[in-house]
């Protein structure tokens, strides 16, 4: 049972466009959540992350957005560049545990 | 070097060897982690570890030993490879339960 979804396993857009990533998740005990891009042939680095308190965090051209009655959450680029292709993994994790399920991943390419 | 590095970086074994697989970080981050990264899974917790001797099962454990003796060491260890093993190995760690989770470079592993 995948607890945390990826429903686009790619997407494409435009340079200088925004990208929009989205991710589903089912456990309503799920309180924190964090994106990640990964380049191949390397480790994920950490993005940007959101609290279940807040429905929105922003850092520079990146914006995570959170609807908790949805179980959904969002992370917009504006404007794309061509560097920020990359596979894009959301993860979540609840209150008073280290684990954090990761979805699938989502492979964004941005066109020059 | 700083940081947190996996050894090797890529390996080749044979069905029923046994395989270590080295993880090594160098800011005594207290938390580790073990994922395998799989089409079409995303990433999966194998094993984690709060601190030196503490290590508890993930969501994929079978067929996987861990352990720690040291803050900074984290290898694990398939004690009978198989085909289904095959995979991309990511060791991460992080310094606080709310932490976002830094990833060494990964370990690419063929089981033949």
């Known amino acids: 049972d995948q607890q945390v979804k990826q429903n686009s396993p790619s997407l494409s857009v435009q340079e200088g466009r925004i990208s929009i990533l989205n991710c589903d998740y089912t456990?309503?005990?799920?309180?924190?959540f964090l994106w990640y891009k990964k380049y191949p042939a390397e480790g994920p680095t950490f993005l940007i992350s959101?609290?279940?308190?807040?429905d929105k965090n922003e850092d520079g051209r990146f914006t995570v957005f959170l609807n908790k009655s949805a179980k959904h959450l969002s992370l917009h680029i504006v404007p794309s560049q061509p560097g920020d292709s990359a596979v894009y993994f959301c993860?979540?994790?609840?209150?008073?545990?280290?684990?954090?399920?990761f979805g699938t991943g989502t492979r964004l390419k941005v066109l020059a | 070097d700083a940081g947190i590095t996996q050894s090797p970086r890529y390996k080749i074994t044979e069905t029923g060897r046994q395989v270590t697989l080295m993880c090594h970080q160098t800011?005594?981050?207290?938390?580790m982690f073990w994922y395998r990264q799989d089409l079409g899974h995303g990433l999966r917790l194998i094993y984690y570890?709060?601190?030196?001797?503490?290590?508890d099962k993930g969501e994929v454990p079978d067929g996987y030993v861990v352990s720690r003796s040291k803050t900074e060491n984290f290898p694990l260890t398939l004690e009978s490879a198989t085909r289904s093993q095959t995979s991309v190995y990511f060791c991460?760690?992080?310094?606080?339960?709310?932490?976002?989770?830094?990833f060494g470079p990964g370990t690419r592993l063929t089981v033949l």
């Open positions: 991460a760690s992080t310094h606080s339960l709310w932490g976002e989770q830094f």
């Open positions: 456990n309503s005990m799920f309180d924190y």
């Open positions: 959101i609290s279940s308190i807040k």
């Open positions: 993860a979540a994790s609840s209150s008073g545990t280290y684990k954090y399920i």
């Open positions: 800011w005594s981050h207290s938390y």
């Open positions: 570890s709060a601190a030196a001797d503490i290590t």
